[in-house]
């Protein structure tokens, strides 16, 4: 054990100020950077904020959605609308590191609120849904329409299916994410410089970031002989590389793929006397690569059918192929390996403890709190702000 | 901002494929000297340095090739990670310290060093020796099962969504610590499961099984969650175009069927609220798609844009580099500077982020093998020519 692991320290970001100003666009930038450590603070207009109501609810009524996604925060209202709020914005404002925005700041046409002015140290993160300028900025871009035209849903479905949407609002997610990076690179920065700044995040951009092969076939034609001309058409689990893909089993359905090592894979194929033609010479050649591959994908469909799904996925695993089996919500939930790592995370929530993921990373020295229960104060005053510790 | 906030910090880059690969390529973007190790005779699934693959998420960063087998290889990557700030990889647990330069190895050195291994399981755990790429993770996080339609499991996420937020975590991760460091002088080593990344983007579905007991299914383009009809993706003119509309209010319905002509199917009481067009979901979306399909998809979001109704295009990849005038209007595709040894002339996709003052426009070309073997030796460990020659005689290096 070298020095650096004798003591557990704060969380990451203990001492950090950070005010949530987001709606879903930039919310889960919040949450990351709050259950790092960070003192949060998120402005609601009204107890009645929308996110509050989004679903699933628990048996009180509670918003499970809102628990998760706005943990470790402390709520202030502020109508922002107000001479009284903007007097209590400003106040904010002075005293943290971070703002996670998105579009308050820009709305206020008050000319006493200058964010520079206020503090010229704070990392203002603004996500929006196109960014300030260009021809779509003002279009309304809830989930589906961000995944539509930012390219996610064009690459998800089959023929069969029209495009579809990602479960939840990934969208979101990947805007989210972007966010607590831009604050936390403008938060270094300004730690070196002594001087924050204004980071635009546009959600359109972020998604067209994160697709994978869809830019790639497009910048990229010609070089991908079994795509329609830049386009990849949506195929269902088929991996873009043709070499993953999910195919039914006995109880279920596995995501098989031959890679990363086809040679061990045809071993035991051959062990299962299920190899067909594969042994063939001429798949050797890298000309006939293609047509190994739909074939060898064919094979391993047609062996993979005859197994219990279950069983055979810790098989393969156990042989150490990176096959992957199905999973339904109810059996993510009681997952062993999760289980064992005591991943899951109990939000408190106003009348109730609500469950959910766990933090995806650990820390070996920085202990990440347990999430506490939202407290909810209805107009800002110096004594909250002593209790919270932004003097 | 006037410069790059990361110039001079030194990220040591062990990944592949493309979780790791994004993620060091973000610490690139925005200033860090990121030194990628890669070994010609085993570069990985991701096909090499002239492959478009690695093209895509390799810009930023030099290449340094070695040959891992041999370990005089290793200690001089042992001293490589002495002089880093960061080091990543996204092997399997162990790899690392099998070759000596784990995190317990170099701290003693170097106790600033801050390592993160995006392995797909995590250290601990029944499954921890388990191996994934982002299709596996999908499968096992319930992200292919709850992306699709009723009555089927192979639909799923149509791209490798886990690897990019694995590549985004991780580098939220190593800033966090970054910060943490500036305070305490001492670096730490993360862990980040891709597995676990996975699984949170499902916390919807999740936190209603453990409250609820209720196991929500696969759903189309309708939420499972909330009340919003009609929300779906209509046919339009031409082949395979689609625009989708997400009605997410009572008034913007109002306004879509006033686009429409305010047909007489849709202008019933029963239908002006939620509740009610949820009940008739079939009915409308099949209405909305004999609206829909001879018109051009393109012409529709405008109108109904204009109109206060959220409505888009379902672009591919072809509308967003050669037809989206939101992204034109950014320059987010861009062409290197620099023509690709092996590709010729590429481009690539600006990051995301618009820091006020510093325009994030220069991105170094990806680079092929061995490309920059010399200056990273001289610029990281002070090597003199006849050292790297020596190195080269003995193929360590190129």
Same mark, same amino acid.
């Given at each position: 054990?070298?020095?650096?692991?004798?003591?557990?320290?704060?969380?990451?970001?203990?001492?950090?100020?950070?005010?949530?100003?987001?709606?879903?666009?930039?919310?889960?930038?919040?949450?990351?950077?709050?259950?790092?450590?960070?003192? !949060?603070?998120?402005? /609601?207009?009204?107890?009645?904020?929308?996110?509050?109501?989004?679903?699933?609810?628990?048996?009180?009524?509670?918003?499970?959605?809102?628990?998760?996604?706005?943990?470790?925060?402390?709520?202030?209202?502020?109508?922002?609308?107000?001479?009284?709020?903007?007097?209590?914005?400003?106040?904010?404002?002075?005293?943290?590191?971070?703002?996670?925005?998105?579009?308050?700041?820009?709305?206020?046409?008050?000319?006493?609120?200058?964010?520079?002015?206020?503090?010229?140290?704070?990392?203002?993160?603004?996500?929006?849904?196109?960014?300030?300028?260009?021809?779509?900025?003002?279009?309304?871009?809830?989930?589906?329409?961000?995944?539509?035209?930012?390219?996610?849903?064009?690459?998800?479905?089959?023929?069969?299916?029209?495009?579809?949407?990602?479960?939840?609002?990934?969208?979101?997610?990947?805007?989210?994410?972007?966010?607590?990076?831009?604050?936390?690179?403008?938060?270094?920065?300004?730690?070196?410089?002594?001087? +924050?700044?204004?980071?635009?995040?546009?959600?359109?951009?972020?998604?067209?970031?994160?697709?994978?092969?869809?830019?790639?076939?497009?910048?990229?034609?010609?070089?991908?002989?079994?795509?329609?001309?830049?386009?990849?058409?949506?195929?269902?689990?088929?991996?873009?590389?043709?070499?993953?893909?999910?195919?039914?089993?006995? +109880?279920?359905?596995?995501?098989?793929?031959?890679?990363?090592?086809? /040679?061990?894979?045809?071993?035991?194929?051959? /062990? /299962?006397?299920?190899?067909?033609?594969?042994?063939?010479?001429?798949?050797?050649?890298?000309?006939?690569?293609?047509?190994?591959?739909?074939?060898?994908?064919?094979?391993?469909?047609?062996?993979?059918? !005859?197994?219990?799904?279950?069983?055979?996925?810790?098989?393969?695993?156990?042989?150490?192929?990176?096959?992957?089996?199905?999973?339904?919500?109810?059996?993510?939930?009681?997952?062993?390996?999760?289980?064992?790592?005591?991943?899951?995370?109990?939000?408190?929530?106003?009348?109730?403890?609500?469950?959910?993921?766990?933090?995806?990373?650990?820390?070996?020295?920085?202990?990440?709190?347990?999430?506490?229960?939202?407290? !909810?104060?209805?107009?800002?005053?110096?004594?909250?702000?002593?209790?919270?510790?932004?003097? | 901002?006037?410069?790059?906030?990361?110039?001079?910090?030194?990220?040591?880059?062990?990944?592949?494929? &493309?979780?790791?690969?994004?993620?060091?390529?973000?610490?690139?973007?925005?200033?860090?000297?990121?030194?990628?190790?890669?070994?010609?005779?085993?570069?990985?699934?991701?096909?090499?340095?002239?492959?478009?693959?690695?093209?895509?998420?390799?810009?930023?960063?030099?290449?340094?090739?070695?040959?891992?087998?041999?370990?005089?290889?290793? &200690?001089?990557?042992?001293?490589?990670?002495?002089?880093?700030?960061?080091?990543?990889?996204?092997?399997?647990?162990?790899?690392?310290?099998?070759?000596?330069?784990?995190?317990?190895?170099?701290?003693?050195?170097?106790?600033?060093?801050?390592?993160?291994?995006?392995?797909?399981?995590?250290?601990?755990?029944?499954?921890?020796?388990?191996?994934?790429?982002?299709?596996?993770?999908?499968?096992?996080?319930?992200?292919?099962?709850?992306?699709?339609?009723?009555?089927?499991?192979?639909?799923?996420?149509?791209?490798?969504?886990?690897?990019?937020?694995?590549?985004?975590?991780?580098?939220?991760?190593?800033?966090?610590?970054?910060?943490?460091?500036?305070?305490?002088?001492?670096?730490?080593?993360?862990?980040?499961?891709?597995?676990?990344?996975?699984?949170?983007?499902?916390?919807?579905?999740?936190?209603?099984?453990?409250?609820?007991?209720?196991?929500?299914?696969?759903?189309?383009?309708?939420?499972?969650?909330?009340?919003?009809?009609?929300?779906?993706?209509?046919?339009?003119?031409?082949?395979?175009?689609?625009?989708?509309?997400?009605?997410?209010?009572?008034?913007?319905?109002?306004?879509?069927?006033?686009?429409?002509?305010?047909?007489?199917?849709?202008?019933?009481?029963?239908?002006?609220?939620?509740?009610?067009? &949820?009940?008739?979901?079939?009915?409308?979306?099949?209405?909305?798609?004999?609206?829909?399909?001879?018109?051009?998809?393109?012409?529709?979001?405008?109108?109904?844009?204009?109109?206060?109704?959220?409505?888009?295009?379902?672009?591919?990849?072809?509308? &967003?580099?050669?037809?989206?005038?939101?992204?034109?209007?950014?320059?987010?595709?861009?062409?290197?500077?620099?023509?690709?040894?092996?590709?010729?002339?590429?481009?690539?996709?600006?990051?995301?982020?618009?820091?006020?003052?510093?325009?994030?426009?220069?991105?170094?070309?990806?680079?092929?093998?061995?490309?920059?073997?010399?200056?990273?030796?001289?610029?990281?460990?002070?090597?003199?020519?006849?050292?790297?020659?020596?190195?080269?005689?003995?193929?360590?290096?190129?």
């Amino acid at each position: 054990m070298t020095g650096n692991q004798k003591q557990p320290v704060d969380p990451p970001l203990a001492g950090v100020r950070v005010l949530d100003l987001a709606d879903e666009r930039g919310i889960y930038g919040s949450k990351l950077l709050a259950d790092l450590g960070a003192s !949060t603070i998120r402005l /609601e207009s009204s107890h009645d904020d929308g996110l509050r109501k989004r679903g699933p609810l628990n048996k009180n009524g509670e918003s499970l959605w809102y628990s998760y996604y706005a943990s470790n925060r402390v709520v202030i209202e502020i109508d922002t609308e107000s001479d009284h709020g903007i007097t209590q914005l400003k106040k904010l404002v002075s005293k943290a590191d971070i703002i996670i925005d998105t579009g308050i700041v820009n709305s206020i046409t008050s000319t006493e609120f200058n964010l520079n002015d206020l503090n010229s140290k704070v990392v203002h993160v603004d996500v929006s849904s196109f960014g300030q300028n260009g021809p779509w900025k003002d279009f309304l871009a809830p989930d589906l329409i961000a995944g539509a035209l930012g390219g996610s849903v064009a690459a998800t479905g089959d023929i069969n299916t029209t495009p579809i949407k990602l479960f939840g609002d990934q969208s979101f997610l990947v805007s989210g994410t972007y966010a607590a990076i831009a604050a936390l690179t403008g938060l270094y920065d300004s730690y070196e410089t002594g001087l +924050g700044g204004r980071i635009d995040i546009p959600v359109h951009e972020t998604i067209a970031s994160t697709l994978e092969h869809v830019l790639m076939f497009a910048l990229y034609p010609g070089f991908f002989p079994w795509a329609d001309g830049k386009v990849l058409p949506r195929r269902g689990s088929l991996h873009w590389g043709n070499a993953y893909e999910v195919v039914p089993a006995i +109880g279920g359905s596995i995501m098989v793929t031959p890679t990363p090592n086809v /040679e061990k894979q045809i071993a035991w194929l051959v /062990e /299962e006397q299920v190899e067909e033609d594969l042994l063939d010479e001429r798949y050797t050649a890298l000309e006939h690569r293609q047509e190994f591959v739909k074939r060898i994908m064919t094979v391993l469909r047609k062996w993979v059918a !005859t197994k219990d799904a279950e069983s055979f996925f810790h098989e393969a695993q156990s042989r150490h192929y990176p096959f992957g089996l199905v999973m339904k919500p109810n059996e993510v939930a009681n997952n062993p390996h999760l289980k064992e790592r005591n991943w899951w995370k109990e939000y408190p929530t106003e009348n109730s403890v609500a469950k959910g993921p766990g933090d995806p990373y650990k820390f070996s020295r920085s202990v990440l709190n347990k999430p506490a229960k939202q407290i !909810t104060f209805t107009s800002l005053s110096e004594n909250i702000l002593n209790t919270i510790g932004w003097v | 901002m006037a410069e790059l906030p990361f110039n001079g910090l030194r990220v040591l880059d062990f990944t592949h494929v &493309l979780a790791g690969p994004y993620s060091t390529r973000i610490l690139g973007d925005l200033g860090a000297d990121v030194v990628k190790i890669m070994s010609e005779a085993r570069h990985g699934p991701d096909g090499g340095t002239s492959s478009p693959y690695h093209a895509m998420w390799n810009r930023s960063k030099r290449v340094l090739q070695l040959d891992m087998t041999q370990p005089d290889a290793r &200690l001089i990557c042992a001293d490589l990670c002495n002089e880093a700030d960061i080091v990543i990889d996204n092997f399997s647990p162990g790899v690392l310290d099998r070759w000596g330069i784990g995190y317990q190895v170099t701290a003693i050195e170097n106790p600033s060093v801050i390592y993160i291994q995006m392995s797909g399981m995590g250290d601990s755990g029944p499954w921890s020796s388990y191996v994934s790429f982002a299709p596996t993770v999908h499968a096992l996080a319930g992200l292919t099962y709850l992306t699709g339609v009723p009555g089927r499991e192979d639909i799923g996420i149509g791209f490798s969504y886990n690897d990019h937020q694995s590549g985004l975590h991780g580098t939220v991760a190593l800033l966090a610590a970054l910060i943490e460091r500036r305070k305490s002088g001492l670096g730490q080593r993360i862990e980040l499961s891709q597995f676990e990344v996975g699984t949170t983007f499902n916390a919807p579905a999740l936190l209603d099984f453990f409250a609820n007991e209720s196991i929500t299914g696969p759903s189309g383009n309708e939420l499972p969650f909330d009340q919003a009809a009609p929300h779906n993706c209509y046919p339009c003119l031409g082949t395979d175009r689609w625009i989708a509309i997400a009605i997410m209010s009572d008034d913007q319905w109002t306004r879509l069927i006033e686009k429409m002509g305010t047909p007489d199917w849709a202008t019933g009481p029963s239908l002006a609220h939620v509740t009610g067009r &949820l009940k008739n979901q079939t009915f409308i979306d099949q209405r909305i798609s004999e609206w829909t399909q001879s018109r051009i998809a393109e012409d529709l979001m405008t109108l109904l844009q204009s109109n206060g109704v959220p409505a888009g295009v379902v672009q591919t990849g072809e509308d &967003l580099v050669d037809n989206d005038p939101q992204l034109a209007s950014s320059n987010f595709i861009f062409e290197y500077a620099n023509e690709h040894p092996t590709l010729g002339k590429i481009s690539g996709d600006r990051l995301p982020l618009h820091f006020e003052g510093t325009l994030i426009d220069k991105y170094s070309r990806p680079e092929i093998f061995g490309e920059s073997n010399r200056q990273i030796l001289k610029d990281w460990l002070d090597m003199t020519d006849d050292d790297i020659n020596s190195n080269i005689q003995s193929g360590l290096i190129r």
